[in-house]
């Protein structure tokens, strides 16, 4: 919302408009839950959080297919239902749509040319965000938490409606900083798109050497 007009009832911001047009706005889980619940107009889409979760391969190949609106949104709306430290919401996303800026993301990411996908985003820590009485550093480690964790809720929902992503960690952050226009720390890259192929997931490592029961 415009903090500039107080009558200004558009809950989105310049530049996205969510494929759900809504006569009313009486609040911003209206819209999140419309988006996440709108109907896929899409058959042999398997949803299932376990089928997702156990199908989710990573990809640096896309075919040049956009992404349309729909699913962006379903996307954009997950990220905003993960959990964040106190529900103070201490991350931002930056969804970048010009062409010019995602070529410059490329070389901020140590030059990862698979960065320029038709759908990134750049999730960002706010610490600022984050009231609770604790030191700069917790708080810190808190927005990066959030950060993180609604990154991985786009990803998963990217993989459940046949997208295919990568996420990006190795940036330079002071350069995607200026490229994106924010003074906020860059925490991780999501680039979305359609995989030229699906292949199935990578192995892992053994229970026992993933679990430690004390
Ligand atoms: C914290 C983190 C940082 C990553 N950074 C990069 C990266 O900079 N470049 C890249 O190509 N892949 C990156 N990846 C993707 C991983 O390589 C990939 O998730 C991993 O190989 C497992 O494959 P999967 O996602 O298909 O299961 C990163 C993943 C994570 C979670």
């Not at 109907?39 to 997702?52: A, Q, R």
């Not at 979760?53 to 239902?81: N, P």
């Not at 480690?141 to 990568?166: C, E, M, R």
Request: glycine share 4%; aromatic share 8%.
């Amino acid at each position: 919302m415009s903090k500039s007009n107080p009558k200004e009832t558009r809950i989105w911001p310049k530049g996205y408009v969510p494929s759900k047009e809504m006569t009313s706005y009486d609040n911003r889980n209206n819209l999140l839950t419309t988006l996440l619940t709108s109907k896929i107009p899409e058959k042999n889409v398997n949803t299932d959080l376990f089928y997702v979760m156990s199908t989710r391969r990573s990809t640096r190949k896309f075919s040049s297919r956009q992404v349309e609106q729909w699913k962006i949104d379903k996307i954009l709306a997950a990220a905003d239902t993960a959990p964040t430290a106190g529900n103070f919401q201490g991350f931002e996303i930056f969804y970048v749509k010009d062409p010019k800026v995602k070529e410059k993301l490329v070389e901020a990411a140590n030059n990862q040319p698979y960065v320029n996908t038709p759908v990134v985003l750049v999730f960002c820590m706010n610490p600022d965000r984050v009231k609770l009485n604790f030191t700069p550093e917790i708080l810190a480690k808190f927005s990066i938490q959030d950060a993180t964790l609604a990154a991985a809720y786009s990803q998963l929902v990217a993989s459940a409606l046949g997208l295919s992503s990568i996420w990006i960690g190795m940036i330079d952050e002071e350069k995607i900083k200026v490229t994106i226009g924010t003074k906020l720390r860059p925490s991780s890259l999501l680039c979305i798109g359609y995989p030229e192929l699906k292949r199935g997931p990578k192995s892992r490592r053994k229970l026992k050497d993933l679990i430690h029961v004390v």
